[in-house]
């Protein structure tokens, strides 16, 4: 079983749908949780940051996580065709970068 | 303005070739790191820095090496045994261990075995 595990996708919207993207974990000692995005051939770019459980909301988009569950999501509201992209979460039981794991990543397409 | 920068954005190598992947970072951060993305897979770590002069070998350092004289500097080398290097590679720098809402990453190198 794999440490992080995503739907890879593809996942297409129509403009304007709520868009729900999820990861699973096995390891009941991560704490610290991200979500990145990350456009054809570029670099990841910082979403969300969460420590531990609970929600956390920035504009359209809202990260929770369920510690209990081992499960993570990333909702995006009013999508838009630029949140096109590939969206991958992280995750470590501490904040040492040579430490988190990242999922495959899921690939959204949003349809104008 | 700061960030990372990475060259080339296109990388091609012949059999038995050994290339150097460069990365250079303005903003003043101590730790570097070096990932390689497969389709379907993870980000997967390959060398990591937190200091000048000191580097760690991550989860699949076999057939690449890197070297860190200078605190902006981070270059990975493929060489030529590492057995399957085609691959989309990432740098990343953070201004401490912490990674959380500290990371950078560059936009990426796409190297080619031809």
């Known amino acids: 079983q794999k440490e992080v595990e995503q739907d890879p996708g593809p996942l297409s919207v129509p403009e304007g749908a709520i868009v729900s993207l999820n990861c699973t974990y096995s390891n009941s000692a991560f704490q610290y949780f991200m979500w990145y995005r990350q456009y054809s051939r570029k670099g990841p770019e910082l979403l969300m940051y969460?420590?531990?459980?609970g929600n956390k909301e920035d504009g359209r988009f809202t990260a929770q996580v369920d510690k209990s569950s081992k499960y993570i999501s990333l909702f995006i509201r009013d999508s838009q065709p630029s949140d096109s992209a590939t969206y991958l979460c992280?995750?470590?039981?501490?904040?040492?970068?040579?430490?988190?794991?990242f999922g495959p990543g899921t690939r959204l397409s949003v349809l104008p | 303005d700061g960030g990372i920068t990475q060259s080339p954005k296109y990388l091609f190598r012949k059999e038995g070739q050994n290339v150097t992947l460069s990365c250079e970072q303005n903003l003043n951060h101590d730790a570097m790191y070096w990932y390689r993305q497969d389709p379907g897979q993870g980000l997967r770590l390959i060398y990591y820095?937190?200091?000048?002069?000191?580097?760690q070998k991550g989860d699949i350092a076999e057939g690449y090496s890197v070297s860190r004289e200078k605190k902006e500097s981070f270059p990975l080398t493929v060489t030529s045994a590492q057995k399957n290097p085609t691959a989309f590679y990432l740098c990343?720098?953070?201004?401490?261990?912490?990674?959380?809402?500290?990371?950078?990453f560059g936009q990426g190198t796409r190297l080619t075995v031809v």
């Open positions: 820095s937190q200091i000048v002069n000191d580097f």
């Open positions: 990343a720098s953070t201004p401490g261990q912490g990674f959380g809402t500290e990371a950078f």
């Open positions: 992280a995750m470590s039981d501490d904040n040492y970068g040579q430490n988190f794991v």
């Open positions: 969460t420590y531990s459980s």
